[in-house]
């Protein structure tokens, strides 16, 4: 069984194109994760959910969007997007302060 | 604030050898120290954690890491590498068990 499952795997898409990621976990984690890690293997987090509440902003574009319809699931919407938005965008979950984080394998966007 | 140096971009050992990958932290409060591993096209996967309780922690795969606050240091080792354990890995500081704070990797290659 997949723990943290992001799809799609990899997205090929025009600059100025909308674009989504989905993501669950089926190991009743309270608290999920996007993270982006560029070309140089940078792990950089994005945006953090506890209980379906955004507990983490960093400074990403507005663009970016999460949405946590529920603990098991929170998607990522990206608007408008830019060469520079292509990386692998990895989703996680935990158990809240754990800091033990499960990993999806990734979604793979190059912007075009 | 809180930072992260791994000291080397790669290391390179024979099959058979001990592997050390290092790893300085910068960390205002007592923090939570992790090693994460990253295969090929792969998610990442916690490999051993420190939470304040023994110093030397034992992970998955043979893997140790002390804890050395004098040093501000949490270095990564194994007595004897596996080609398996060809990876990029990541060294992790958290002060609040949620924020994690990545390192930015050191590629590890096993020769035959």
């Known amino acids: 069984d997949t723990a943290v499952s992001q799809t799609p795997k990899y997205l090929v898409t025009q600059m100025g194109n909308d674009k989504s990621i989905k993501c669950e976990q089926n190991l009743g984690h309270d608290t999920m994760y996007w993270y982006k890690q560029d070309s140089k293997k940078f792990l950089k987090i994005m945006f953090s959910?506890?209980?379906?509440?955004?507990?983490i902003n960093e400074t990403v574009p507005n663009r970016f969007s999460p949405k946590s319809p529920d603990k098991a699931h929170l998607n990522l919407h990206i608007n408008s997007l830019e060469l520079g938005d292509s990386a692998v965008y990895f989703c996680a979950s935990s158990q809240w302060v754990s800091g033990e984080l499960f990993f999806g394998e990734g979604s793979r966007l190059t912007v075009l | 604030a809180q930072s992260v140096t791994q000291l080397d971009s790669h290391v390179s050992v024979s099959e058979g050898t001990p592997v050390l990958l290092r790893c300085n932290y910068s960390?205002?409060?007592?923090?939570?120290l992790f090693w994460y591993v990253q295969h090929p096209n792969k998610g990442l996967q916690l490999l051993l954690k420190y939470t304040s309780a023994a110093t030397l922690v034992k992970g998955i795969n043979g893997f140790e890491a002390e804890f050395k606050k004098s040093e501000t240091s949490f270095h990564l080792t194994k007595p004897s590498a596996h080609m398996s354990d060809a990876a990029e890995y990541f060294c992790?500081?958290?002060?609040?068990?949620?924020?994690?704070?990545f390192g930015a990797g050191t590629i590890l290659r096993v020769k035959s």
């Open positions: 960390s205002s409060y007592s923090p939570s």
């Open positions: 992790v500081v958290s002060s609040d068990g949620n924020k994690l704070v």
């Open positions: 959910y506890n209980n379906k509440e955004l507990i």
